[in-house]
């Protein structure tokens, strides 16, 4: 019994250690809604290791906007402030997981599936065992389909033209997986120019 008492205290000991006070919180809170666009941003980018990429996906807009904000050639609209501002308090109370979180690249299946080394999945047998098994389903689905191109095509043309679309549609099949996994990691819209309206407004 005096095991389990002192087990349950040593618990609630690292718990409370690790939380942030309600202090700390108010005090958090009272430094970034004091900051600025420009603040707010160079914040989040070294709390990131400036990854311009992750913060154009988790706010929709581009690396060209972000560098503006940083540069102080813009400022953020009203709107946006408020979002970055409550990015950097929930970063800077519940940890930097939180980008992982936001990011909607970091946080869905291609990611967890498709990109490998993101953490030490490695070390979790089941992660290991559910990553080949969604590998086998990929490239069986990818097979399946290279397989029956060059079955039907080959019967009008002849089992060397089989062979080769066979082999031309496992080529495409990923290419264009890996042009869906890429477009999920940089999308068009992160190398945008133009000045976007809804995020920021030109500092003249």
Known sequence: MKHTYYIIFIL???????SKSDEEIVKINKDINRMNSREVVKNLLMLNDFDYKQLGRIFNCSISTIKRVENKESVLTEKALKDFKSLLISIEIDGKDNFRSKDPFKNNWIYTIYVPFYSYWWLDIKEVLLRCVLWIITLVVIGGVAFFVGYFLGALFGDTVSAILGIVSIIA???FLGNFIYQCYAPDY???TEINPLIEIANY
């Open 190 to 192: 992160l190398f945008l």
């Open 12 to 18: 609630t000991i690292a718990l409370t250690s690790c």
């Open 173 to 175: 099949s990923f290419y």
